[in-house]
């Protein structure tokens, strides 16, 4: 680094791909592939072929021969129960733009700077909301009328498919 805006182009890096990025990808895991019908897995065994036994069972009981290529029942409830935990938010949680100590540095224009984040990220929320509610975006408004939460800065604690935490450990 040479300059003090490659320092700062730095420091935003890190900090986009430790709150915010991580929390796209990491707090929908249980909401959106908790269900093990919705996410891919390993298939245990290949596609029927035609004239098959299991061909004649796919075209009657597709639903039999798809359970079959799924992973044994215990190795799943595990692969869920470690989807949920990693979804989860603690009671403790702090987020992007919050401090557990309201008096961190003495520095005025650090604190005056990180007043103007925590805005800003309220901003951002509001921004989210608006367009989920707007109709001209279908990935948000389709026929789930599911909204897209996972950038939503704040949270409760558990299982809530939001908030970005102001430092991840794994
Ligand atoms: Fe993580």
Known sequence: MQTL????????????????????INFG????????????????????????????????????????????????LLGVVV????????????????RDTPVWTKDKEALAAFERFGKELGGVERKIMEMNGDEKW???VGP???????LYPTSEEGLTGRGIPNSTSI
Not at 5 to 24: F, M, P, Y
Not at 84 to 98: A, C, K, N, P, V
Not at 144 to 150: E, Q, R
Request: glycine letters at 4%.
């Open 144 to 150: 789930t009328k599911l909204p897209y939460t996972l």
């Open 138 to 140: 279908k990935n948000r």
């Open 83 to 98: 989807t949920e935990i990693l979804s989860r938010h603690t009671s403790d949680e702090i987020y992007l733009g919050q």
């Open 29 to 76: 895991q249980y909401p959106y592939g908790g269900y093990m019908p919705n996410h891919p897995t390993v298939s245990r065994q290949l596609m029927p072929e035609p004239d098959s036994k299991d061909y004649e069972l796919l075209k009657t009981d597709p639903d039999k021969v798809f359970l079959k290529t799924i992973m044994p029942r215990l190795q799943m």
């Open 5 to 24: 805006k490659d320092l700062i182009d730095s420091c935003t890096i890190i900090i986009w791909i430790a709150s915010a990025l991580h929390a796209a």
